[in-house]
């Protein structure tokens, strides 16, 4: 207290002349027009900048907020696609995700469920390229599960482990992923070559078919891996194999390797017993 008197005393002119300067100012630029104007700019160059940074502050707090907002909108429109279910007769028992019409006649089986996660680590310049996540065991993660993004594809889960799982890339030689063309609705294997992380390619397609520049590649859902519809990327290249009467499609991707902070991780409800059936089929052969 005594410090702050001391002050007081020591600076009171200052301080003095400092409020009526400023009372000066309030009451000019109130009262008179032109030098009000004047003052007005001057104040809105020197706040301006502070205002800027202020609301930059402020919109990287909330951003958080809208991001978790966005991403589990993102999550329900995801898990509410048609391609997630099968129609099935009223007889068929299924898992949670089931309803029945009102006239009890069919019934909606949910394969596919959805959970997001955020990436903490991806790599898009080598020749074998992983991501990785912050969910794993604890959350239901498991080896062989399909990863998207909001715009497509993304990889395969590799590894879990508690907390964290690895992800295998699109952009990774072992990443060969069944796909279909459309409208032509022709089969394929996705590849990906190394040097390009925005293409990939698909290959032993016909001559004959009608594909053009620009058609859709689609996951073709005949793994037990990704759901069906999926987009992976447009066509923007076909060139015809000199040896054989196949084409060979260069796919722009849809999903930005560059760019991915969030994805979606899809589990299929009936993986095992599908798994269980291919098996046997393989020991009949």
Same mark, same amino acid.
């Given at each position: 207290?005594?410090?702050?008197?001391?002050? @007081?005393?020591?600076?009171?002119?200052? &301080?003095?002349?400092?409020?009526?300067?400023?009372?000066?100012?309030?009451?000019? +630029?109130? #009262?008179?027009?032109?030098?009000? !104007? /004047?003052?007005?700019? /001057?104040?809105?160059? @020197? #706040?301006?900048?502070?205002?800027? &940074?202020?609301?930059?502050?402020?919109?990287?707090?909330?951003?958080?907020?809208?991001?978790?907002?966005?991403?589990?909108?993102? =999550?329900?429109?995801?898990?509410?696609?048609?391609?997630?279910? &099968?129609?099935?007769?009223?007889?068929?028992?299924?898992?949670?995700?089931?309803? $029945?019409?009102? =006239?009890?006649? $069919?019934?909606?089986?949910?394969?596919?469920?959805?959970?997001?996660?955020?990436?903490?680590?991806?790599?898009?310049?080598?020749?074998?390229?992983?991501?990785?996540?912050?969910?794993? +065991?604890?959350?239901?993660?498991?080896?062989?599960?399909?990863?998207?993004?909001?715009?497509?594809?993304?990889?395969?889960?590799?590894?879990?482990? %508690?907390?964290?799982?690895?992800?295998?890339?699109?952009?990774?030689?072992?990443?060969?992923?069944?796909?279909?063309?459309?409208?032509?609705?022709? &089969?394929?294997?996705? #590849?990906?070559?190394?040097?390009?992380?925005?293409?990939?390619?698909?290959?032993?397609?016909?001559?004959? =078919?009608?594909?053009?520049?620009?058609?859709?590649?689609?996951?073709?859902?005949?793994?037990?891996?990704?759901?069906?519809?999926?987009?992976?990327?447009?066509? +923007?290249? %076909?060139?015809?194999?000199?040896? /054989?009467? !196949?084409?060979?499609?260069?796919?722009?991707? /849809? #999903?930005?390797?560059?760019?991915?902070?969030?994805?979606?991780?899809?589990?299929? =409800?009936?993986?095992?017993?599908?798994?269980?059936?291919?098996?046997?089929?393989?020991?009949?052969?």
């Amino acid at each position: 207290m005594t410090n702050l008197l001391d002050f @007081l005393k020591r600076y009171f002119h200052v &301080l003095t002349f400092v409020v009526l300067q400023v009372v000066c100012i309030v009451l000019i +630029s109130k #009262t008179m027009n032109y030098p009000g !104007f /004047a003052i007005a700019r /001057a104040t809105k160059v @020197l #706040t301006t900048p502070v205002n800027r &940074l202020c609301y930059g502050v402020v919109r990287h707090f909330n951003f958080n907020k809208e991001n978790q907002y966005l991403v589990q909108q993102n =999550l329900e429109l995801m898990n509410a696609q048609e391609s997630n279910f &099968l129609i099935s007769s009223d007889s068929v028992t299924g898992v949670e995700g089931d309803y $029945t019409d009102t =006239l009890g006649r $069919t019934k909606r089986v949910r394969l596919y469920e959805y959970t997001s996660a955020n990436v903490i680590y991806n790599t898009i310049h080598k020749k074998n390229n992983y991501l990785m996540i912050d969910k794993g +065991s604890e959350d239901g993660i498991e080896p062989d599960m399909s990863v998207l993004s909001a715009n497509g594809v993304v990889g395969v889960v590799s590894d879990v482990s %508690k907390h964290f799982a690895t992800v295998i890339s699109l952009l990774h030689p072992d990443c060969q992923i069944s796909a279909k063309v459309q409208p032509a609705n022709q &089969l394929g294997t996705i #590849t990906w070559r190394y040097g390009d992380p925005t293409s990939v390619y698909l290959e032993d397609i016909p001559e004959h =078919l009608n594909i053009n520049e620009g058609d859709s590649v689609l996951t073709s859902g005949y793994s037990n891996i990704f759901p069906s519809g999926i987009l992976i990327g447009t066509i +923007s290249e %076909k060139s015809k194999n000199p040896t /054989a009467s !196949f084409l060979t499609l260069k796919v722009q991707l /849809a #999903t930005d390797f560059n760019h991915i902070n969030t994805v979606y991780v899809v589990r299929n =409800l009936y993986r095992e017993e599908l798994e269980t059936l291919k098996s046997n089929m393989k020991e009949d052969e």
